[in-house]
Structures are given as C-alpha cells and as structure tokens.
C-alpha cells in the first residue's frame, strides 16, 4: 500500500514523503492516527502543501526544544543496583527509569517512548537516544555501579582533589623561595 505521510513519522520518513508500507500498518496505524493518507491522485498534488506546513512546524519545535536539547545532551545518569558477582543485574534499568531519571534532573517531562535504549542489565557504562523532535536528539551517559560501590569511589575521587588544592599554595610558597 502507497502513503503519503502527513506528519513526520520516526524511522518511516518526514511529512510529504511516499512510502510503501505493509497494508496492516497503513490500514490500522498510520491513517488511523492521522499520520498519513492513501496516496492518490488527488493527495498528490497537495505534497508541495503539506511539506512547506511541516517544515514551519520542526523548525517552531526545533526552536522550542534546542535549549532542552542543550541541556540534556551529556547528562550523566548514576543508577546504583543489586548485582550478581559476573556483573549481571537483579532486574534491569528501563526506559522508564532513565526517563524519570531526566525529569528529576532537568524538571522537564521525558516520555520513556522518547528514550531509544534496551533494557541494561549489566554493570558498565551506556548511552541513550532521547527523542525530543527528528532533528533534535540529544545523547545520555549512563552509568550502573553496584550498590555502595559508587560512594565509596566518589569519596575516593574527592580525596585527591582536597589533597592537590592544598598542596598547590605549597609549590607556589617554595617556588617564590
């Protein structure tokens, strides 16, 4: 089946193209929803309209979003959990998690069908895809320690800091010497 899309749809293609789709997915989805119309003669000639009407709508979203954006690409994500000595977690970090997660820092609302990801299950470090518009997808850093590891790295991690700022006026003292 012939469609012509309507409004941009994720990994299908942008309002104004003609694609071939599968006859369920037309039929049950993407008419349905007001996504796309079955490409006939008629709709044709309406694709300079509706790609001019599409390009003003990304670029008010991308307007909109781009400080968003901004500010979620490289967050850093910290997700402590239980795991096995392998490194295999007891359960998993979702895209509900990661969503949350984002809105906790940023207090903007992040669906967890925006978030590309699969499920982590094992300890380490991951990326993930927030969609906010096509153009603007902004990249997450994950990282899952096992629980009580982490505050014990982060203290560890300060330490030399606090020992570095200290020892700087020392050097600074005995170079003027």
């Not at 300079?48 to 003003?56: D, P, T």
């Not at 977690?89 to 969503?99: E, N, R, W």
């Not at 997450?140 to 014990?152: M, N, T, W």
Request: hydrophobic share 40%.
């Amino acid at each position: 089946m012939k469609v012509m899309l309507v409004k941009d749809v994720y990994k299908l293609g942008r309002a104004g193209d003609i694609k071939k789709v599968a006859d369920g997915f037309g039929r049950n989805f993407l008419i349905p929803q007001g996504l796309a119309v079955i490409a006939t003669a008629g709709a044709l000639k309406q694709i300079g309209k509706i790609r001019s009407q599409a390009e003003i709508r990304r670029t008010e979203q991308n307007s909109e979003l781009k400080d968003l954006a901004s500010h979620i690409n490289g967050l850093v994500l910290s997700f402590s959990a239980k795991a096995g000595e392998t490194g295999k977690l007891y359960g998993s970090i979702t895209t509900q998690d990661v969503a949350t997660a984002i809105q906790e820092k940023t207090r903007y609302e992040v669906k967890k069908a925006q978030i590309d990801m699969q499920p982590i299950r094992t300890l380490g470090e991951f990326t993930a895809h927030v969609r906010l518009t096509i153009d603007l997808v902004p990249e997450v850093k994950i990282a899952v320690h096992r629980e009580g590891e982490a505050v014990e790295e982060g203290a560890n991690a300060e330490v030399p800091a606090e020992t570095r700022q200290t020892e700087a006026p020392t050097q600074a003292a005995e170079s003027a010497s």
